[in-house]
């Protein structure tokens, strides 16, 4: 079992940056890829970011590439997310989740674990 804690969301302008951290319980984070995701209202669930549980491969969305930076600290049990030059449109609520196979994935049906998610508005 895996406990996924997300921080870090708020209230920012249009350009500015955040850093989202997702706090995982366990002894063996390791072993999972981690994902973020995020909900707009009244839209589907998306893939934003994946991370291996080495840390060597990552992978993004194509409207967050370049702006976006997902990592781990495998010691700390934490990944995260830093977005910059943040817009409008990325205002959603954000979610980690985990997935038991280590590899890189952006299907969400991969990944078994999920935080309640930490909400990111980005004013113009």
């Known amino acids: 079992q895996v406990q996924l804690v997300e921080s870090g969301g708020g209230l920012v302008q249009a350009g500015d940056s955040l850093r989202l951290s997702c706090a995982a319980s366990?002894?063996?984070?390791?072993?999972?890829?981690m994902g973020w995701f995020r909900q707009a209202s009244g839209k589907e669930r998306e893939f934003v970011a994946s991370?291996?549980?080495?840390?060597?491969?990552?992978s993004y969305a194509d409207s967050v590439k370049g702006r976006f930076t997902i990592s781990r600290d495998n010691a700390k049990n934490t990944v995260y997310l830093q977005m910059n030059s943040l817009k409008p449109e990325d205002t959603a609520l954000y979610y980690c989740?985990?997935?038991?196979?280590?590899?890189?994935?952006?299907?969400?049906?991969?990944?078994?674990?999920w935080g309640q998610g930490t909400q990111v508005t980005v004013s113009s």
């Open positions: 989740a985990a997935s038991q196979r280590s590899s890189v994935s952006s299907y969400r049906q991969r990944y078994g674990y």
């Open positions: 991370i291996s549980g080495s840390g060597g491969s990552t």
């Open positions: 366990g002894r063996t984070f390791s072993v999972y890829a």
